[in-house]
Nanobody, 123 residues
Framework: QVHLVESGGGLVQAGGSLRLSCEAS????????MGWYRQAPGKQRELVAT???????NYADSVKGRFTISRDNAKNSVTLQMNALKPEDTAVYYCYVNYYVNYFSIGVPEDTWGQGTQVTVSA
């Protein structure tokens, strides 16, 4: 019931910057947490950053000080600004949204994921 459209990503040299955006659409009551995860080849998907509807942002230690997550509640969108990129940041990045389908589902949230966008950082 929630569809995510991601944009951004691509190829950049080490030290460069990229910006990922994700917009949610569809039918839902409210969006709770929004965030980004990533998965490198041969590795498990890992948290990059999350931002709840009204609370503190959370970052993986590996990206603290380099990445910034923000959201626009009016647009149901989340953005990840990635600076000082390193080759080890290379991965497919997935947008994540946790939401309530309707009023009666409060307390039982749903999760949905974007299709993923490739980020490649060359040395």
């Amino acid at each position: 019931q929630v569809h995510l459209v991601e944009s951004g990503g691509g190829l950049v040299q080490a030290g460069g910057s990229l910006r990922l955006s994700c917009e949610a659409s569809g039918r839902f009551f409210s969006i709770n947490t929004m965030g980004w995860y990533r998965q490198a080849p041969g590795k498990q998907r890992e948290l990059v950053a999350t931002i709840p509807s009204g609370g503190r942002t959370n970052y993986a230690d590996s990206v603290k000080g380099r990445f910034t997550i923000s959201r626009d509640n009016a647009k149901n969108s989340v953005t990840l600004q990635m600076n000082a990129l390193k080759p080890e940041d290379t991965a497919v990045y997935y947008c994540y949204v946790n939401y309530y389908v309707n009023y009666f589902s409060i307390g039982v949230p749903e999760d949905t994921w974007g299709q993923g966008t490739q980020v490649t950082v060359s040395a």
